[in-house]
Structure formats: structure tokens, C-alpha cells
């Protein structure tokens, strides 16, 4: 397998930061996305859009290994 860097959308509490808010956009990928494996969160920018008054959008930057790949 090999490694990838990825762009997306990711959502989590609008509260959280630091490793809370990282813990959590990695889990949200892992959910969308259950063939990738060992996901690892580079960068996540807030956006301005929010799913509910507690949970925000984020721009997320992760790496992570495709389990379908071979």
C-alpha cells in the first residue's frame, strides 16, 4: 500500500480544538471513507458552514493509505 494525500470536507463539534478537534475530523473521514486506512489529519480550515449550531464544516488535508490499493 501506499500513502496519499487527500482534500475534502470534514464535520466535527464547532467547540473543539486542537487534538478533540483532529481526533474528530479523522474519525468523520474514516466513517466516509472505511477503505482508506491509517488516516492521519494534516490541516483543517473552519468554514463559514455549519450542519447545526454545534457541529461545523472544516477543509481538511489528510494522509492516509488506500486498503483497496494494491
Not at 486542537?18 to 491509517?38: G, I, K, M, N
Amino acid at each position: 500500500m501506499s500513502w496519499a494525500r487527500y482534500e475534502g470536507k470534514a464535520l466535527a463539534g464547532a467547540t473543539l480544538t486542537d487534538s478533540a478537534l483532529h481526533a474528530e475530523l479523522e474519525d468523520y473521514v474514516r466513517v466516509q471513507h472505511p477503505h482508506l486506512t491509517d488516516v492521519r489529519l494534516e490541516r483543517a480550515t473552519p468554514t463559514e458552514e455549519f450542519d447545526s449550531p454545534h457541529r461545523r464544516w472544516y477543509v481538511v488535508t489528510y494522509l492516509a493509505e488506500d486498503g483497496l490499493a494494491s
